[in-house]
């Protein structure tokens, strides 16, 4: 059905077509449209192609609002009220299946538009729903992206202002470790010339002058030798304690079962009075590590077993291997005296002893350098006791495998 002819609109949009004239839906509109980035260019060119189609003058574009009030995306309001329309054309714009706006356009000229006419206004108004919520959606892609980068930004300085505060907090803690370094070996090499000197008068005035002294006197200053030996021992044992802890690491893969082997002939030549049996469950892991140092911390626990089974006829001591998730190690158990678990925490460190001297000689720092030297390999050390039944001292390294591991992460 075509309308009847016409007077011309106002103002003619470009490529209007004459109300008798076929108006189908430009092939090209769709290709146009969706170059659109924005919503009031896409809302302008839907507009135009309406205004195409129907041949009217005048149109706009409005978006609902959220509370009633709207906003004027494409076209002019004035000329809308000015005109006073007599034909007009209405397509609504869905968004998501919500109502979203309007697009009208009109003429003061009355006519009737074809089906086919209004047909192509409501594809026209679909496409530019269409293309709406497209940009929409990219839009709210953006904003997401964008806080996600916003958040993760600040993630990242917070991230970096806790690296900073910890290497801060390193660095201090490196600068005090030196200075108590440095503190302790002064100290040692200060004293130990005079204790040394103390001990060898004690020792000369007990040659000299040991027949015309009192028992009490001789006794005192017997007592004096011995605690001034005691001190140089503790100086020698603290300065050790100091080289470990700046030494450089030399590491080698280590056979554990002949470093084992010479450390226990060696405790065996020492306590030859001693009914000690030693149980070593071999195979026993190779160790990664300095072997200067290892021995070091093999020799002190076996060292510290030996010790601690003193008060037993019969001394047993078992040696094996360890090979977890964290490495490979050994563990040394024995039938000593053993402690209680609540004191394990203090067992490592430095002049911590849970038995008066009185008992048990040493210098209280032979498990403390076990610790420190582990440590300074990346490992880790655990204890085990009971009161009465012994105790359980080990150790684990990480493999050469695990530190090649960690350096290709790092």
């Known amino acids: 059905m075509k309308t009847a002819p016409l007077a011309p609109p106002l103002t003619d949009p470009p490529h209007a077509l004459a109300p008798s004239e076929p108006a189908p839906l430009a092939a090209s509109f769709l290709a146009v449209l969706q170059r659109a980035d924005s919503i009031a260019e896409a809302c302008r060119l839907g507009l135009a192609e309406v205004q195409r189609l129907t041949g009217f003058s005048r149109g706009l574009v409005w978006r609902f609002g959220d509370e009633g009030a709207g906003d004027l995306i494409a076209g002019a309001v004035d000329a809308w009220d000015r005109l006073g329309p007599q034909a007009s054309v209405s397509v609504k714009l869905l968004v998501g299946g919500r109502p979203w706006g309007q697009l009208r356009c009109h003429d003061r000229t009355p006519r009737r538009l074809d089906e086919p006419v209004r047909l192509a206004c409501e594809h026209a108004g679909q496409l530019l729903s269409l293309r709406v919520q497209a940009i929409e959606e990219r839009a709210q892609a953006q904003d997401r992206w964008t806080e996600q980068l916003r958040s993760r930004d600040s993630s990242v300085d917070v991230a970096l202002r806790r690296a900073d505060e910890m290497a801060e907090v390193a660095s201090e803690l490196g600068r005090i470790n030196k200075e ?18 103390i001990a060898s008068f004690i020792e000369l005035v007990l040659d000299r002058e040991g027949e015309t002294l009192s028992p009490a006197s001789r006794r005192h200053l017997t007592h004096a030798k011995e605690a001034s030996g005691h001190a140089g021992r503790l100086l020698e044992a603290l300065l050790d304690f100091s080289r470990m802890g700046h030494s450089v690491l030399r590491s080698v893969s280590i056979n554990t079962e002949h470093l084992l082997d010479g450390l226990i002939a060696e405790q065996q030549v020492q306590g ?57 190690g050994l563990s040394v158990w024995d039938n000593g005296v053993g402690f209680r678990m609540t004191d394990a925490s203090r067992l490592f460190g430095v002049f911590q002893r849970l038995h008066g001297a009185e008992a048990f000689e040493g210098t209280g720092i032979g498990l403390a350098s076990v610790r420190r030297i582990v440590e300074r390999h990346g490992g880790r050390v655990d204890a085990w006791g009971e009161p009465g039944h012994g105790a359980r001292f080990g150790f684990t390294l990480p493999t050469r495998a695990m530190l090649a591991m960690s350096a290709i992460v790092r």
């Not at 108590?180 to 000197?197: G, I, K, N, Y």
């Not at 000690?276 to 626990?301: C, K, M, S, T, Y």
């Not at 019969?314 to 490495?327: F, K, P, Y």
């Open 180 to 197: 108590l370094e440095t503190f302790s070996t002064t100290v040692s090499h200060d004293l130990r010339a005079p204790m040394r000197h």
């Open 272 to 328: 030859e009075e001693r009914r000690i049996e030693w149980r070593v469950q071999r195979p026993l892991p190779a160790l990664w590590g300095d072997p200067v140092l290892l021995q070091v911390a093999v020799r002190n626990l076996i060292a510290n077993a030996v010790k601690y089974t003193r008060t037993r006829d019969v001394a047993r001591i078992e040696i094996s291997g360890i090979d977890d998730a964290h490495g490979t």
